[in-house]
């Protein structure tokens, strides 16, 4: 069993910023892609940000320039770094953790967090 942890979200003015964090923990064999989703009310939800294990993170163009994810291979754990936030970033932001070699979150997500809301508003 894999678990997910998020924590870092909150109410926070526009314009300013916050980080997320998510560690997992559990009987973990091998993390390929850990990144973010994010659902907005009334909308789908979206990859906003991947960073796979040797690779190149990508980003939804919306957050480009705006948000950063790293990751730390030894305690299992990704960040977001979320600048120049907008009221449209307001959404529940879920840690996502994909196990399988080569193959990125936007085609399989095999963990998943219980998310965390991010509200942007003055």
């Known amino acids: 069993q894999v678990q997910l942890v998020e924590s870092g979200g909150g109410l926070v003015q526009p314009g300013g910023s916050l980080r997320l964090a998510c560690a997992a923990s559990?009987?973990?064999?091998?993390?390929?892609?850990m990144g973010w989703y994010r659902q907005a009310p009334g909308k789908q939800r979206e990859l906003v940000a991947d960073?796979?294990?040797?690779?190149?993170?990508i980003y939804a163009d919306s957050v480009k320039g705006r948000f950063t994810i790293s990751r730390d291979n030894a305690a299992n754990t990704v960040y977001l770094q979320m600048g120049s936030l907008k009221p449209e970033d307001t959404a529940v932001y879920s840690c996502?953790?994909?196990?399988?070699?080569?193959?990125?979150?936007?085609?399989?997500?095999?963990?998943w967090g219980k998310g965390t809301l991010v509200t942007v508003s003055s």
């Open positions: 559990g009987s973990i064999s091998t993390i390929y892609a």
């Open positions: 960073i796979p294990t040797g690779g190149t993170p």
């Open positions: 996502a953790l994909g196990v399988i070699p080569s193959v990125p979150l936007y085609r399989a997500v095999n963990y």
